[in-house]
């Protein structure tokens, strides 16, 4: 098999990008304690001192010098590489003082206006299990933007364990990389972007994970979440991903631990930006797991899930079916027995025992 995109060997390409950023690391940690971007300890904290954030400029650094040394210059690069400046650069002040969400979320739809607008990726059908949706204008738009802004944050909320969303955002691009080389369409811009965020996000990774030395920040986790659902856009228009359905898959735990953080807060009566602390990773927590092996546990979930996604482009849907349904019949599981929802009264579970 040809190891190579566009010229360039793809372990080349991982390696220069994975070293970049793990030596940017430490560099964004010294301008994280000089401008006090620091992440506080507190009731909804895992950890117990102040840890420096904004490491998402070290991935960001990584994936600007791998762009540089291994991408082609196109209209649709420069609308990711404006976006991603945007995305970045929202973070980064929201890491040294913290900015209104809603001023936060007009930048991350200015965002992804460019990148539908100047770069041209609009989701204009859908297929899902064999049902075909065609949008028209301006639905087409709305839908585009709308996923997004989506993924990125749904990264950004799964950011709250050493490790967490720096791990599963490679799980994501390493399965996106692997479907192109088995479709033999690992020419395209999500391909080589893919493998560029792998080694930049697994660079920042080694420092990362726990006991993480540095926290990605808002810089990161919207940056991550934003190349990933770019890619997603790339993948579809070129074909190397054949249906939405794949990239969704692949990020079922943030998407489902997203969807489940909205809905909890509408039950309470909250708002849907209200923190709290009964995601999932809270929830392994509380199942008194260690936090790296919570995440080590949400890794291997992922990896299951990101299996569907190449056992379906392999052709082998049967595999694939049964494998999803006993990873959601997993998740309802862990959503009945857990806080994730809805809140039990263990206090009166332990009264009655007691009794």
């Known amino acids: 098999m040809n190891l190579s995109v566009n010229g360039h060997n793809v372990f080349l390409i991982v390696i220069v990008t994975f070293l970049t950023s793990a030596i940017l690391v430490p560099l964004a940690k010294k301008c994280a304690i000089h401008t006090n971007a620091l992440d506080i300890p507190n009731e909804r904290k895992v950890h117990k001192k102040p840890i420096p954030r904004m490491g998402g400029l070290a991935i960001f650094g990584a994936f600007l010098l791998g762009y540089m040394l291994f991408a082609r210059s196109t209209y649709q690069m420069i609308s ?25 979320f007009v930048l991350q739809i200015i965002a992804a206006c460019v990148v539908v607008f100047y ?9 899902v299990l064999g049902i075909n949706m065609d949008f028209q204008v301006p639905i087409n738009y709305i839908i585009t933007i709308f996923f997004i802004v989506a993924i990125a944050n749904s990264i950004n909320l799964i950011d709250g364990l050493d490790g967490l969303a720096s791990g599963i955002s490679s799980i994501y691009f390493l399965t996106i990389a692997i479907i192109a080389f088995i479709l033999n369409r690992k020419e395209g811009l999500d391909t080589i972007l893919s493998l560029i965020m792998l080694g930049s996000t697994l660079g920042f990774l080694v420092h990362n994970f726990h006991p993480a030395k540095i926290f990605m920040g808002d810089s990161g986790s919207l940056f991550l979440g934003y190349t990933i659902s770019v890619i997603a856009l790339l993948g579809y228009k070129a074909a190397t991903l054949t249906t939405l359905i794949i990239p969704i898959t692949i990020l079922a735990i943030p998407i489902f631990d ?8 509408i039950i309470k009566g909250q708002g849907i930006g209200t923190p709290d602390k009964e995601h999932f990773h809270f929830q392994l927590l509380k199942m008194r797991f260690s936090v790296p092996a919570s995440v080590l546990i949400i890794y291997g979930i992922n990896i299951l899930f990101a299996s569907v996604s190449i056992f379906f482009v392999l052709g082998d849907k049967k595999l694939a079916i049964y494998i999803y349904i006993a990873l959601m019949m997993l998740l309802l599981f862990l959503v009945l027995k857990t806080d994730i929802l809805f809140q039990h009264n263990h206090d009166e579970k332990k009264s009655n025992g007691k009794k």
């Open 80 to 104: 990711i590489l404006i976006g991603g400046f945007i995305i970045v650069f929202t973070g980064m002040v929201d890491d040294i003082n913290p900015v209104r969400a809603k001023v936060k």
């Open 119 to 127: 770069g041209n990726m609009v989701i204009e059908h859908i297929d």
């Open 258 to 265: 997203t969807g489940l953080a909205i809905l909890r807060r």
